[in-house]
T-cell receptor, first 115, second 108 residues
Framework: KAGVTQTPRYLIKTRGQQVTLSCSPI?????VSWYQQTPGQGLQFLFE???????NKGNFPGRFSGRQFSNSRSEMNVSTLELGDSALYLC??????????????FGSGTQLSVL | GQSLEQPSEVTAVEGAIVQINCTYQ??????LSWYQQHDGGAPTFLSY????GLEETGRFSSFLSRSDSYGYLLLQELQMKDSASYFC?????????FGKGTRLHILP
């Protein structure tokens, strides 16, 4: 079974631009979560999608948005980029349905640099 | 609000035992999990505790006390390849919240 795939692996943008990151979960997994990781801050929860519906959202501004498609693939978008948005963005999938997520499978992440 | 506390760094000697503690405060708790992340790599799942007690998986064990909102990860027979960051994480409703991670340094 293929793992979680995130594209692109690296991205360089300038302030004010927008960016779209893509995530393909493990086949059969319907839950996709997104996290932002910066040095010293751990993994901060952005949002979680299940069957095309956002079930939960973290404490990030509205510039951060996402969506999930019928094939469970997910995208996240960041508009009006700021320098502080530079981070590793991790996507994780889970087989949990209506039960609480117990185990996440992470992709390798997209390293975003905002100049 | 939600918060997870774990030490930022721990140092141990190869072959020894090390314990990484985690305390948490959350509104809805289902379980505590642990993840390992090597530099440049993705976090990988190590263990999950939903009930009080000790879960053992090879050299790694994880403990949970729900009444104390406390858990720990125990690594035995440390190897150099165990040098990594370790994150505790709480499952609540439809999301998993992570601590800031503990950097484990292993000395030869």
């Amino acid at each position: 079974k293929a793992g979680v795939t995130q594209t692109p692996r690296y991205l360089i943008k300038t302030r004010g631009q927008q960016v779209t990151l893509s995530c393909s979960p493990i086949s059969g997994h319907r839950s996709v979560s997104w996290y932002q990781q910066t040095p010293g801050q751990g993994l901060q929860f952005l949002f979680e999608y299940f069957s095309e519906t956002q079930r939960n959202k973290g404490n990030f501004p509205g510039r951060f948005s996402g969506r999930q498609f019928s094939n469970s693939r997910s995208e996240m978008n960041v508009s009006t980029l700021e320098l502080g948005d530079s981070a590793l963005y991790l996507c994780a999938s889970s087989s949990s349905g209506n039960l609480p997520n117990e185990k996440l499978f992470f992709g390798s992440g997209t390293q975003l640099s905002v100049l | 609000g939600q918060s997870l506390e774990q030490p930022s760094e721990v140092t141990a000697v190869e072959g020894a035992i090390v314990q990484i503690n985690c305390t948490y405060q959350t509104s809805g708790f289902y379980g505590l999990s642990w993840y390992q992340q090597h530099d440049g790599g993705a976090p990988t799942f190590l263990s999950y505790n939903a009930l009080d007690g000790l879960e053992e998986t090879g050299r790694f064990s994880s403990f949970l006390s729900r009444s104390d909102s406390y858990g720990y990860l125990l690594l035995q027979e440390l190897q150099m390849k165990d040098s990594a960051s370790y994150f505790c994480a709480v499952s609540e409703d439809d999301k998993i919240i992570f601590g800031k991670g503990t950097r484990l340094h292993i000395l030869p």
